[in-house]
């Protein structure tokens, strides 16, 4: 299936040591088809000599249309189980109490 939602992201050039020449260091796609690819280049211009350590940019996906919403919906539905279910429990309680007839003694 396609990859939905894509976002590719690259922290790892801290603007104050690197000017962006070209292209953009955060970027996304709203779908890639099965099998395609995607390219994207980014040109940097160091402002300052030194070692600097680069790592690997980062990048996020759907991998179904609406998995989001569905662990959004399960978290929800997860929150609001206390508020409730803890009043039904003491409704439930409750009736249970006072509803029970009482015999009658002769």
Excluded: C
């Excluded at 569905?70 to 929800?76: K, M, R």
């Excluded at 997860?78 to 009658?104: A, C, E, F, N, Q």
């Amino acid at each position: 299936s396609a990859a939905l939602d894509v976002e590719l992201s690259d922290d790892s050039f801290p603007p104050e040591d690197f000017g962006i020449v070209s292209g953009m260091l955060n970027v996304k796609w709203d779908r890639i088809a099965p099998a395609s690819n995607v390219s994207h280049t980014v040109v940097l211009r160091p402002l300052k000599a030194g070692y600097f350590n680069f790592t690997s940019a980062t990048i996020t996906y759907l991998a179904q249309e609406g998995a989001q919403v569905v662990l959004d919906w399960a978290a929800f539905g997860v929150m609001t189980l206390p508020s409730i279910g803890i009043p039904l429990l003491l409704w439930y309680s409750s009736k249970r109490k006072y509803d029970t007839p009482k015999s009658k003694k002769n």
